[in-house]
């Protein structure tokens, strides 16, 4: 249910794993009748769009913070933007199983209801009995999630929250300090190309080594004449981008314009006291 970036990346997953994705669902359409629904909508549109999913139907969001009172959590650890091709062979897939069910060794059972086996007519036990989220021969979600992944975990809501916390650090507050990194290169007319070996460097020292340990640059070494150099010319910049750039959403998911002088300098300032203190305190 959905349409946007994360929808229309996960519809094409399943597809490629073989599944049948019946409909793209958004506002105004009839929901089509499925054995298992995704809501990849907004945050703040899923519990809403919750209450359109028929009882007895297994569903499941894929939000890192949002918590319902029904339902299950499918939630992709990755950005995901239209157009741009995404490798599902890792991406961490955490699992928590819908309100009240829990995931048995051949069925989904009820919690608190234990395995009720019934004696069959050659004296084995019968399967387990099955919670009302659908019918016996259910996919779990974690057995969805490893058709198209190899990384799928089962986490609690507190270990899913704090990740979506970690991972907003780790990307959205990255991408828009690259933003900031391609305004000020945009004021002397410099590419942003100039910079990406610098990222992808960066990027492969912390495939094995902690970041706290690859640390680079004036705030880490205490070089305090170029912080001070750095943050005059901040301070300096013309904010004529502010004038004439259109609207972002920032990371802090305000819409504003393109950040202003002020604004970058205080990011500076703040990031590069973050990491002196970092630094200072594990020495």
Not at 51 to 62: E, M, Q, R, S
Request: net charge negative; hydrophobic share 35%.
């Amino acid at each position: 249910m959905g349409t946007g970036n994360v929808a229309t990346h996960l519809s094409e997953a399943l597809l490629n794993a073989g599944f049948s994705v019946l409909q793209l669902w958004k506002r105004g359409e009839v929901l089509r009748d499925a054995d298992v629904y995704f809501i990849a909508v907004s945050d703040d549109a899923i519990e809403e769009v919750s209450k359109l999913i028929p009882d007895g139907k297994l569903f499941a969001h894929t939000s890192g913070s949002v918590e319902l009172t029904r339902g299950g959590v499918f939630y992709p650890l990755q950005t995901f933007t239209k157009n741009v091709d995404v490798d599902w062979g890792d991406i961490p897939i955490l699992i928590e199983n819908p309100v009240g069910v829990e995931f048995g060794t051949d069925n989904m059972v009820a919690k608190g209801e234990g395995r009720k086996a019934k004696g069959g007519t050659d004296g084995t036990s019968a399967p387990a009995t099955t919670h009302d989220v659908g019918a016996q021969n259910f996919v779990p979600l974690r057995d969805i999630a490893e058709k198209i992944s190899t990384n799928v975990q089962m986490t609690t809501p507190e270990q899913r929250r704090q990740l979506h916390l970690s991972a907003v650090f780790a990307c959205n507050f990255t991408n828009h300090l690259w933003t900031v990194a391609e305004q000020l290169l945009n004021e002397k007319d410099l590419s942003f190309d100039l910079l990406k070996p610098l990222i992808y460097q960066t990027v492969r020292k912390i495939e094995n080594h902690s970041p706290r340990d690859v640390q680079t640059g004036p705030a880490v070494r205490n070089d305090l004449k170029t912080i001070e150099r750095h943050l005059q010319m901040l301070r300096a910049i013309s904010s004529s981008l502010r004038a004439e750039g259109e609207a972002i959403q920032d990371c802090f998911g305000r819409s504003s314009l393109a950040m202003t002088d002020t604004e970058q300098a205080e990011i500076y300032e703040i990031l590069t006291k973050s990491i002196q203190k970092t630094h200072n305190d594990s020495h």
